[in-house]
């Protein structure tokens, strides 16, 4: 009888642990293994090389990055393209003929209203930029996060390198819907058709501020590792109310960060890996505090951590 009793309250216990967290969601079956210490080359590596670019990218492997960062978009042709803004930025790309775009037209060429094919016309690694001027200049373009991912692949494979992550950020906020992009649940089913086709699930994280793409994600694709973004000053029990679940990552504006504020999120789980962190000083400092990770545009200088 006891021996019985014991076995019913073994397989109730080992039920409780495997029911997944919400009712009607997907089993999360990706084991959810992250960097022992995450080294992140912001928009492959911004400092040196022109942002979000597969040049930055393959720079930031050349480096020794454990995570490639970056922004997505969603082109007017239902395609993810890598950039931070949801336009043609004047200040670091150039018009197809290799002219400036002028001030006046800063706005005029939004992603979303565009097919890729055009997009792709615009250099957006030529141009001067004064905010990083240790950028190498050289004519490239915005790419598809398909052929980024394809050009990473291959790159790691020849160079016989370790399998990175992507911790690809979903570029949305709830007043830019029908303007700068499409809605949450197709921004994330556009997002996740990439990433489903290329098969390295086990390797994506999810950042954003937006909290209702994390939120469709969590939903619909539970065993993709999420990434809070925060760069307010609500507190992290705020934050995480307003999310409505506990992400793999919580990943602060590093000024926001405190040793109280890190020993919070990792009793709740969560690794923090703060952004964006470009002097060595405050990188050892953040390190020595207990953060799990740091973002920076000059992965050039981790190795001196």
């Known amino acids: 009888m006891l021996k ?11 039920s409780s642990c495997t029911m997944p967290a919400q009712q009607g969601a997907i089993p999360d ?6 960097p022992a210490f995450d080294l992140e080359g912001h928009r492959g590596a911004r400092g040196l090389m022109p942002e979000n670019t597969i040049p930055a990218m393959i720079r930031a492997l050349e480096l ?10 969603i082109t007017k042709d239902k395609q993810v393209v890598l950039s931070h803004d949801p ?23 939004v ?4 097919d890729y094919a055009t997009i792709r016309t615009f250099d957006a ?21 398909s052929d980024l991912i394809d050009s990473v692949q291959t790159y790691l494979q020849q160079q016989n390198l370790p399998q990175v992550y992507y911790n690809i950020e979903t570029k949305s906020k709830p007043s830019g819907v029908g303007k700068w992009h499409p809605s949450p649940e197709e921004f994330v089913t556009l997002l996740m058709d990439v990433i ?4 390295i699930a086990e390797w994506i994280i999810i950042q954003s501020f937006d909290v209702r793409t994390l939120q469709v994600l969590r939903q619909h694709y539970p065993h993709i590792k999420t990434s809070l973004l925060v760069e307010n000053i609500k507190g992290l029990n705020k934050n995480l109310e307003a999310l409505g679940f506990i992400p793999d990552i919580y990943s602060p504006y590093y000024k926001l960060l405190t040793p109280k504020l890190i ?38 200088l981790y190795p001196e951590l």
């Open 64 to 73: 020794g990055i454990t995570t490639l960062e970056m922004d997505t978009h």
């Open 125 to 145: 690694g030529s141009k001067f930029y004064k905010k990083f001027p240790q950028q190498e200049k050289l004519p490239t373009y915005k790419p598809l996060l």
């Open 29 to 34: 079956n990706t084991v959810r293994h992250l």
């Open 263 to 300: 020993k919070a999120c990792h009793a709740q789980g969560m690794k923090v890996v703060p952004w964006t962190i470009n002097e060595l000083q405050e990188m050892q400092r953040l390190k020595e505090m207990g953060v799990d990770g740091l973002i920076s545009d000059y992965p050039n």
């Open 4 to 14: 019985d009793l014991l076995f019913a309250s073994f397989l109730y216990l080992l």
């Open 196 to 199: 489903d086709k290329k098969g």
């Open 111 to 114: 992603l979303y209203q565009m």
């Open 87 to 109: 336009y043609i930025n004047h200040e670091h790309d150039l018009l197809p003929d290799g002219s400036e775009i002028p001030a006046a037209d800063k706005h005029k060429y």
